[in-house]
């Protein structure tokens, strides 16, 4: 069983930076498609960065540009590194995986989910 495990949120001023970490543990798949979510209040869950299993990141046009999505050398922790924070960035932020195939386009679907860590941007 794959869990998920996010740190680094906090209070940050508007042009501040963070750094979100999300460890896993319970890989049993070679390959994982890894991406991280937010939901700010009153929003709906929102798709902000994706790795496919090439290790090729995506982002949404909201945050591309500012964010920076990566991993560490063993492939179990994923980092989110954010710049130029926005109030509109303000939310629950979440790292998801799910088990694909190397080289094959990940699906939309994500099966493992962590319990989020809180991101506030203020003026």
């Known amino acids: 069983q794959v869990q998920l495990a996010e740190t680094g949120g906090g209070s940050v001023q508007t042009g501040g930076s963070l750094r979100l970490s999300c460890r896993a543990s319970?890989?049993?798949?070679?390959?994982?498609?890894k991406a991280w979510f937010r939901q700010g209040p009153g929003k709906e869950r929102e798709l902000v960065a994706r790795?496919?299993?090439?290790?090729?990141?995506t982002y949404s046009d909201s945050v591309k540009g500012r964010f920076s999505f990566s991993q560490d050398g063993t492939m179990t922790t994923l980092y989110l590194q954010m710049n130029n924070l926005k109030s509109e960035d303000t939310a629950m932020y979440y790292c998801?995986?799910?088990?694909?195939?190397?080289?094959?386009?990940?699906?939309?679907?994500?099966?493992?989910w962590g319990q989020g860590t809180q991101v506030t941007v203020s003026s």
């Open positions: 319970g890989y049993t798949y070679t390959a994982y498609c």
């Open positions: 790795i496919d299993t090439l290790g090729n990141p």
């Open positions: 998801a995986v799910a088990p694909g195939l190397y080289g094959i386009p990940c699906r939309d679907e994500f099966d493992y």
